[in-house]
């Protein structure tokens, strides 16, 4: 059971433009969600995350939303550049428990 | 350098095998979770200690076994290893409510 999906296997964008990555989940339990970015080689790194208790957290050029009623998230990054090319990984936990991975987004930023 | 090491970087080895995946947590982290990420597939959730005892388990395989020493490093231990074992284990470690911090990865190949 997938609680956590990300429907999108891959995604380009001009460099420049917005990135738009969006992920599901279907747990109601869940009240804390995560970005990681990972690079081929290394390990996933944390990107921004944000409470459940909040719709919206920006960090520069990244900003996530959060619609609870939907059970959906998004990443937004404004304006994309190609070291943000990565594949992007949506997590979710609550309390203490395991963050939950979706399957990632791999993210290609065109010159 | 996140601050987590994992070794050895990179391992092959034969059908039927058995290894030894070592992690180091991040100075002062209690917890340890190792993940799995297979050919295009999301990072699975493994096994989670805290403080040397086990906390929840997820896909582990029987095959696998884990655990976490005084000093806090952890290991895992995959035996009779078999073609579809072939894949990144990643550990990661935490604080309270932390966004994880994840090592480098061990890449896996069975052959």
């Known amino acids: 059971d997938q609680q956590v999906k990300q429907n999108s296997p891959s995604l380009s964008v001009q460099e420049g433009r917005i990135s738009i990555l969006n992920c599901d989940y279907t747990n109601s339990m869940f009240d804390y969600f995560l970005w990681y970015k990972k690079y081929p080689a290394e390990g996933p790194t944390f990107l921004i995350s944000?409470?459940?208790?909040?719709d919206k957290n920006e960090d520069g050029r990244f900003t996530v939303f959060l619609n609870k009623s939907a059970k959906h998230l998004s990443l937004h990054i404004v304006p994309s550049q190609p070291g943000d090319s990565a594949v992007y990984f949506c997590a979710a936990n609550f309390g203490n428990e395991k963050l939950t991975f979706g399957t990632g987004t791999r993210l290609t930023i065109i010159p | 350098d996140s601050g987590v090491t994992q070794t050895p970087k990179h391992l092959i080895t034969a059908t039927g095998q058995r290894v030894t995946l070592r992690c180091s947590p991040r100075s002062g982290d209690l917890s340890v979770y190792w993940y799995q990420q297979s050919l295009d597939q999301g990072l699975q959730f493994l096994i989670q200690y805290y403080n040397g005892e086990e906390r929840a388990k997820g896909n582990i395989l029987e095959r696998f076994s884990a655990q976490q020493f005084p000093d806090l490093h952890s290991e895992l231990n995959l035996s009779s290893l078999e073609l579809g074992d072939s894949a990144l284990y990643f550990c990661?470690?935490?604080?309270?409510?932390?966004?994880?911090?994840f090592g480098s990865g061990t890449r896996l190949t069975v052959v």
């Open positions: 944000i409470s459940s208790i909040k």
């Open positions: 990661a470690s935490s604080g309270p409510r932390a966004s994880y911090t």
